[in-house]
């Protein structure tokens, strides 16, 4: 099938790429030149794992490419519309004024029967807005929406082999067309074997920030419980072993640290809440208000515990941060607990430097009165703390010994407890963990 992706970001930039891998002819449409040129150079404009290697192997199968103007969108059958939404400034509630532009722009260009699929997280009720806009320009053409599922360091994957496929459709029918043209869409991960669920556009639209509510709501409990354990002296990671066995709870997303951040979670719960209020359900909700304020608490918790690892203050004490991205296997800085920490570390007296695989280049972008340093070994070179903030593999496999004899002072607080608490205490170091004694 012919294909169009508006919008080539974390998103768009690996839909498109999938789609031309699953055999369909693909064309990623987006303003921004220098991303168009990279994307067509088959580079990555951000860190992917497999999504170079992906796009150098479907662009010399000549069915993909890249361009900047929105005509490019013509006759192609399917238009997948993957624009961010981010959060609005001094405000909970998502900005939708790239996806309102995108329909807008993409409009002119929709012939007879096309269809427009939204990947975009949004507000509920969104879709039944655009799908007038839509219908305006081509009365034949249908607008559905279909949530995205991307884990950033597992994209790839998520999108040629996910673990669902929503659909959403006005009158949530099986039968409805549009669902058989995105059928042959998704025809390899379906004839796999991946489950489809058709449903009305609001319950698509809700599947998306319901699901990031929850993942959100369980980070913040046991992050909550690492609070209490603290206090009591108990140990938060065999306390997530033991509950995480009930398989009603499960242990994924049961790990304490320092919480969660990225271009996702945090914008969209609090979008969630913001789109509660409007709806007249803000009770509903109200929860998430606590779920949001224990995340960023830990921000704060993490500046007091190595004030205190540091013997009671921070003032010239050289702190090395490990990791910049808000998660491992991505370059992503987006609302990154582990940057936010390490500016407040500065700004309260210490002398910061931050050392991270990929992120580097973003990071010194968003706070560039840190200092950055490129290589683990120089980053540690004299420090007085070291802070274990991003779990890249490199950094759990740190040698205590050898880490030894580049700081000044033994001293790690461990931000994601990745760290073996006895092996790096038998070197010799001042280990603190989160939650764990």
Not at 229 to 254: E, P, Q, T, Y
Not at 296 to 314: D, F, I, K, Q
Not at 338 to 359: H, N, R, W
């Amino acid at each position: 099938m012919r294909i169009s992706v508006i919008g080539c970001g974390y998103l768009g930039a690996v839909h498109a790429a999938c789609m031309a891998k699953l055999g369909h002819d693909v064309v990623g449409i987006d303003v921004d030149e220098r991303k168009i040129a990279d994307l067509s150079a088959g580079h990555a404009p951000f860190f992917e794992p497999g999504l170079e290697q992906l796009l150098q192997e479907v662009q010399a199968t000549g069915r993909l490419s890249f361009m900047t103007e929105m005509s490019a969108a013509e006759g192609s059958q399917v238009h997948f519309v993957c624009v961010g939404t981010p959060q609005k400034k001094g405000e909970n509630a998502a900005d939708l004024s790239y996806v309102d532009a995108a329909i807008a722009g993409l409009a002119p260009y929709l012939s007879p029967g096309d269809l427009v699929v939204g990947k975009s997280t949004v507000p509920v009720g969104t879709a039944a807005r655009l799908s007038d806009v839509v219908k305006g320009a081509q009365p034949s053409s249908e607008l559905m929406w279909n949530p995205e599922f991307l884990r950033e360091g597992h994209a790839v994957t998520d999108t040629l082999q996910p673990d669902r496929l929503v659909y959403g459709v006005h009158d949530g029918s099986e039968e409805h067309p549009a669902v058989q043209i995105l059928d042959r869409v998704y025809s390899g991960p379906l004839e796999a074997g991946t489950p489809r669920l058709v449903t009305d556009l609001p319950t698509a639209e809700l599947v998306k920030t319901a699901a990031n509510s929850f993942l959100a709501t369980k980070i913040s409990f046991i992050n909550a419980m690492a609070e209490l354990c603290d206090a009591a002296g108990a140990n938060v990671s065999l306390l997530a072993d033991a509950i995480g066995m009930d398989d009603r709870i499960g242990r994924k997303f049961l790990n304490a640290g320092i919480g969660f951040g990225g271009g996702c979670l945090p914008k969209d719960i609090r979008a969630f809440m913001a789109r509660a209020g409007e709806l007249g359900a803000d009770q509903a909700l109200t929860f998430l208000r606590e779920v949001d304020a224990i995340n960023m608490r830990r921000r704060t918790r993490v500046v007091e515990l190595t004030r205190e690892l540091c013997g009671g203050s921070l003032l010239g004490q050289r702190i090395t941060v490990l990791g910049a991205a808000f998660k491992p296997q991505s370059d992503d800085v987006r609302d990154s607990p582990a940057l936010s920490i390490a500016a407040q570390l500065q700004l309260q007296g210490a002398v910061v430097t931050v050392t991270d695989p990929e992120a580097l280049g973003n990071a010194a972008r968003r706070f560039p009165e840190l200092h950055y340093e490129e290589f683990t070994e120089a980053a540690m070179n004299r420090a007085d703390a070291v802070l274990l903030l991003t779990e890249w593999p490199e950094y759990r496999e740190l040698d205590p010994y050898e880490a030894g004899a580049l700081v000044s002072a033994k001293r790690v607080l461990d931000g994601r407890n990745a760290l073996d608490a006895r092996k790096w205490r038998a070197a010799g170091w001042t280990y603190r963990g989160l939650g764990r004694p």
